[in-house]
């Protein structure tokens, strides 16, 4: 038997020669795949290989850095792509005082970026961590933990800025304040008309101005002015809000001589760099819609609540709250009453709205057998999921303020008048896990009215500072949240004789003090700041002197961002004169100004 002998020839398919068994074509197609791979690795070096070691290449802000913006977002860059999975156990950004910071990350290849919910302090050193937790998408992870530290800017003193003029009629001029994400500080004020039949004068409120901060902290423009020709009785601004995206949101109340009064919105367009037209939010023509306050969420909307006042029968009196969807632009349902006057207690008045913890929380005043109460409410949507009495109050009290910061700590101060002294109380919460204290006493004063405009502030750490003004100038206390007390009142050093105040906290709790001093023949306003709780206040760094016009605060004139920029407005009221028929009369007008430390 004779075997046929053929030379070897290709398989067609594969290369392979005929004839081949199958183990052994089975290894030469896996070292041909793998001579491909690597080819393909050595001409396109981008591809990641999946190294075992993770590596930071590059931060910022850098390390140790001292001029750190506090709105620009942190960078890191790593030898390969991070798994996002990762990030929230891998990543920490804390300030001084442990608090960890809240923020979103996005991912652009090789590099992290992290942006802060909230713009960071000004003057406030932070650290990073990034921990073994992180990995890469390929499962490397870091040798060691990776710490490094940088320190925001400083705030730098602006220059003082006239916004405009009102006619004004005394103690009837409003305006609310606001600072927005973007670094920009805004007012809304009063404008009205003045006439004359005869020689009586006649102020009729005719619009709202809107007033913006330029982006180099320097000068100021008009956006909006919101006429009300039909107004007959009075207009009253009680919101200027804004969200991290830019919208800003004003709410005011117009009233006519029937009693008709209305609750009205207007919303500012961040994209188009424009204020759209009013919107109804509330109306009555039985109740008086008064005491607005909102409050912001970027989930969940902008709260506001206000109290529908019947001046006929106090019981009725109710606090209505109604939700604006910030993404769809409107409002979601006609308002809910959402706490109630009774025979038993009244609803006085909505002390303030504010957001803590994902909740929104009322906190109000009420009656009940000639006693004052302080209470908040937590609201779950329309409904009211609890209400608790914070603390018991005397009916002479006066001038209740609240202070709040986005950390949890919350303060309260008011002045209650006797028939013989006058004293200053201060109720406490220094953190979102501890409960209120009872009312501390922080100075009592002999006579009634002794003390008067005191202000209250309060820093991520807990502490608070207190300034208030009496006979012979002005005194300030501050708060140590380590201890729970109150210090003893200092009176703060000032020149010439105190006229007027106001105060704030920035970063790390130090505490910040514009007054108008009268020097001689003119007003000057001035800034003060305490570096460190127990450093002395420096020199005053004059911010505007005025020659002509007496300088007054009115009583929201100073505004805290997040970050720690301050912005201040005061009055400057200007002695006018007119011939009316021959007879000369005299007036006032009142110029706004304005300067910022950011």
Same mark, same amino acid.
């Given at each position: 038997?004779?075997?046929?002998?053929?030379?070897?020839?290709?398989?067609?398919?594969?290369?392979?020669?005929?004839?081949?068994?199958?183990?052994?074509?089975?290894?030469? @197609? =896996?070292?041909?795949?793998?001579?491909?791979?690597?080819?393909?690795?050595?001409?396109?070096?981008?591809?990641?290989?999946?190294?075992?070691?993770?590596?930071?290449?590059?931060?910022?802000?850098?390390?140790?850095?001292?001029?750190?913006?506090?709105?620009?977002?942190?960078?890191?860059?790593?030898?390969?792509?991070?798994?996002?999975?990762?990030?929230?156990?891998?990543?920490?950004?804390?300030?001084?005082?442990?608090?960890?910071?809240?923020?979103?990350?996005?991912?652009?290849?090789?590099?992290?970026?992290?942006?802060?919910?909230?713009?960071?302090?000004?003057?406030?050193?932070?650290?990073? /961590?990034?921990?073994?937790?992180?990995?890469?998408?390929?499962?490397?992870?870091?040798?060691?933990?990776?710490?490094?530290?940088?320190?925001?800017?400083?705030?730098?003193?602006?220059?003082?800025?006239?916004?405009?003029?009102?006619?004004?009629?005394?103690?009837?001029?409003?305006?609310?304040?606001?600072?927005?994400?973007?670094?920009?500080?805004?007012?809304?004020?009063?404008?009205?008309?003045?006439?004359?039949?005869?020689?009586?004068?006649?102020?009729?409120?005719?619009?709202?101005?809107?007033?913006?901060?330029?982006?180099?902290?320097?000068?100021?423009?008009?956006?909006?002015?919101?006429?009300?020709?039909?107004?007959?009785?009075?207009?009253?601004?009680?919101?200027?809000?804004?969200?991290?995206?830019?919208?800003?949101?004003?709410?005011?109340?117009?009233?006519?001589?029937?009693?008709?009064?209305?609750?009205?919105?207007?919303?500012?367009?961040?994209?188009?760099?424009?204020?759209?037209?009013?919107?109804?939010? =509330?109306?009555?023509?039985?109740?008086?819609?008064?005491?607005?306050?909102?409050?912001?969420?970027?989930?969940?909307?902008?709260?506001?609540?206000?109290?529908?006042?019947?001046?006929?029968?106090?019981?009725?009196?109710?606090?209505?709250?109604?939700?604006?969807?910030?993404?769809?632009?409107?409002?979601? +349902?006609?308002?809910?009453?959402?706490?109630?006057?009774?025979?038993?207690?009244?609803?006085?008045?909505?002390?303030?709205?504010?957001?803590?913890?994902?909740?929104?929380?009322?906190?109000?005043? /009420?009656?009940?057998?000639?006693?004052?109460?302080?209470?908040?409410?937590?609201?779950?949507?329309?409904?009211?999921?609890?209400? /608790?009495?914070?603390?018991?109050?005397?009916?002479?009290?006066?001038?209740?303020?609240?202070?709040?910061?986005?950390? +949890? =700590?919350?303060?309260?101060?008011?002045?209650?008048?006797?028939?013989?002294?006058?004293?200053?109380?201060?109720? =406490?919460?220094?953190?979102?896990?501890?409960?209120?204290?009872?009312?501390?006493?922080?100075?009592?004063?002999?006579?009634?009215?002794?003390?008067?405009?005191?202000?209250?502030?309060?820093?991520?750490?807990?502490?608070?500072?207190?300034?208030?003004?009496?006979?012979?100038?002005?005194?300030?206390?501050?708060? @140590?949240?380590? /201890?729970?007390?109150?210090?003893?009142?200092?009176?703060?050093?000032?020149?010439?004789?105190?006229?007027?105040?106001?105060?704030?906290?920035?970063?790390?709790?130090?505490?910040?003090?514009?007054?108008?001093?009268?020097?001689?023949?003119?007003?000057?306003?001035?800034?003060?700041?305490?570096?460190?709780?127990?450093?002395?206040?420096?020199?005053?760094?004059?911010?505007?002197?005025?020659?002509?016009?007496?300088?007054?605060?009115?009583?929201?004139?100073?505004?805290?961002?997040?970050?720690?920029?301050?912005?201040?407005?005061?009055?400057?009221?200007?002695?006018?004169?007119?011939?009316?028929?021959?007879?000369?009369?005299?007036?006032?007008?009142?110029?706004?100004?304005?300067?910022?430390?950011?």
């Amino acid at each position: 038997m004779g075997y046929s002998l053929r030379p070897e020839v290709a398989d067609t398919d594969t290369g392979a020669p005929v004839g081949e068994n199958r183990a052994a074509r089975f290894f030469r @197609r =896996a070292a041909a795949l793998l001579l491909v791979v690597a080819l393909s690795a050595c001409n396109n070096p981008g591809i990641d290989e999946g190294t075992a070691t993770l590596e930071l290449l590059e931060a910022r802000p850098a390390r140790d850095s001292d001029k750190a913006s506090p709105t620009a977002p942190l960078s890191m860059t790593f030898n390969e792509a991070i798994a996002r999975a990762s990030l929230g156990l891998g990543f920490a950004l804390r300030d001084t005082a442990g608090h960890d910071v809240a923020g979103t990350f996005t991912i652009d290849g090789r590099t992290v970026h992290f942006e802060p919910e909230l713009p960071l302090r000004l003057d406030q050193r932070y650290e990073v /961590t990034i921990s073994e937790a992180i990995r890469g998408v390929n499962g490397a992870t870091l040798e060691a933990a990776v710490v490094w530290s940088f320190s925001t800017a400083s705030a730098t003193l602006g220059v003082a800025q006239k916004l405009g003029r009102i006619e004004s009629h005394a103690d009837g001029f409003q305006m609310q304040v606001a600072a927005d994400y973007q670094g920009r500080s805004w007012t809304a004020w009063l404008e009205d008309t003045q006439t004359f039949s005869g020689q009586v004068k006649t102020l009729q409120p005719q619009a709202i101005v809107v007033a913006v901060q330029g982006d180099d902290g320097k000068t100021w423009k008009r956006s909006h002015r919101v006429a009300a020709p039909k107004v007959e009785h009075g207009l009253a601004i009680w919101c200027l809000a804004f969200e991290r995206g830019g919208d800003g949101y004003l709410v005011w109340q117009q009233r006519d001589l029937g009693g008709d009064d209305q609750l009205l919105l207007a919303r500012f367009d961040a994209k188009a760099q424009a204020w759209g037209e009013a919107e109804a939010l =509330a109306h009555s023509t039985t109740r008086e819609l008064s005491q607005a306050r909102c409050a912001i969420d970027p989930a969940q909307g902008l709260d506001v609540t206000w109290l529908e006042r019947d001046v006929q029968t106090p019981s009725n009196n109710v606090v209505t709250h109604r939700r604006y969807d910030l993404r769809a632009h409107r409002f979601s +349902g006609d308002g809910a009453a959402v706490l109630r006057s009774d025979d038993k207690r009244t609803v006085l008045a909505v002390v303030a709205l504010a957001r803590a913890s994902g909740e929104t929380r009322v906190y109000y005043a /009420t009656s009940m057998l000639s006693t004052v109460f302080l209470r908040v409410a937590i609201l779950d949507g329309d409904a009211v999921r609890d209400d /608790t009495a914070v603390s018991e109050l005397s009916p002479s009290v006066e001038a209740l303020q609240l202070a709040t910061d986005h950390s +949890g =700590a919350t303060f309260f101060v008011w002045i209650e008048s006797g028939s013989r002294e006058t004293t200053l109380w201060a109720l =406490a919460r220094s953190s979102e896990k501890e409960g209120w204290s009872s009312p501390q006493q922080i100075v009592q004063r002999a006579g009634t009215a002794a003390l008067d405009r005191a202000h209250i502030a309060v820093a991520s750490s807990g502490d608070a500072f207190a300034s208030w003004h009496e006979q012979g100038g002005v005194f300030a206390a501050s708060y @140590r949240a380590e /201890t729970k007390q109150w210090q003893a009142p200092e009176q703060l050093p000032l020149i010439g004789t105190g006229a007027a105040h106001a105060s704030a906290v920035r970063p790390a709790g130090a505490p910040l003090l514009a007054s108008v001093e009268a020097r001689g023949s003119e007003d000057v306003v001035s800034l003060r700041e305490r570096p460190d709780g127990s450093a002395s206040w420096s020199n005053p760094r004059d911010v505007s002197r005025h020659p002509v016009g007496t300088v007054s605060f009115p009583a929201s004139n100073i505004a805290t961002q997040p970050s720690g920029e301050v912005m201040l407005w005061w009055t400057e009221r200007v002695r006018r004169t007119i011939d009316v028929g021959g007879v000369t009369l005299q007036y006032f007008d009142l110029d706004l100004w304005s300067v910022s430390y950011r």
